[in-house]
């Protein structure tokens, strides 16, 4: 499955939100990714959806928990990326581990 066509997942705009609004993009990054959330992913030219999924997308895409090896959801994604590239349940179960 490519990348791109996980777009239309109904929680993708979600991770698009979260993304911007924890600042890490700039410039060009951060226009197409609000042109994306706001007109859409194929409305982009062709460079613009080239920066999009090499700059944005891949930087922030964590394709599998690490743990368990589940796919990761996009509402869990930017967290993933945050923390330990885990899903969100294995990082309770690590987060439970490590209190113990």
Request: glycine share 4%; hydrophobic share 30%.
């Given at each position: 499955m490519k990348i791109q066509?996980?777009?239309?997942?109904?929680?993708?705009?979600?991770?698009?939100?979260?993304?911007?609004?924890?600042?890490?993009?700039?410039?060009?990054?951060?226009?197409?990714?609000?042109?994306?959330l706001d007109k859409g992913y194929d409305k982009l030219?062709?460079?613009?959806?080239?920066v999009f999924d090499e700059k944005v997308v891949k930087y922030f895409y964590i394709e599998k928990c690490e743990?368990?090896?589940?796919?990761?959801?996009?509402?869990?994604?930017?967290?993933?990326?945050?923390?330990n590239h885990l899903c969100g349940y294995c990082e309770h179960v690590y987060e439970k581990m490590m209190k113990e």
């Amino acid at each position: 499955m490519k990348i791109q066509d996980r777009y239309s997942e109904e929680d993708f705009s979600d991770f698009l939100n979260d993304v911007i609004n924890s600042e890490e993009l700039e410039g060009k990054e951060l226009g197409i990714t609000k042109l994306v959330l706001d007109k859409g992913y194929d409305k982009l030219t062709d460079k613009q959806k080239y920066v999009f999924d090499e700059k944005v997308v891949k930087y922030f895409y964590i394709e599998k928990c690490e743990r368990c090896f589940s796919e990761i959801p996009w509402s869990e994604m930017f967290y993933a990326y945050d923390y330990n590239h885990l899903c969100g349940y294995c990082e309770h179960v690590y987060e439970k581990m490590m209190k113990e």
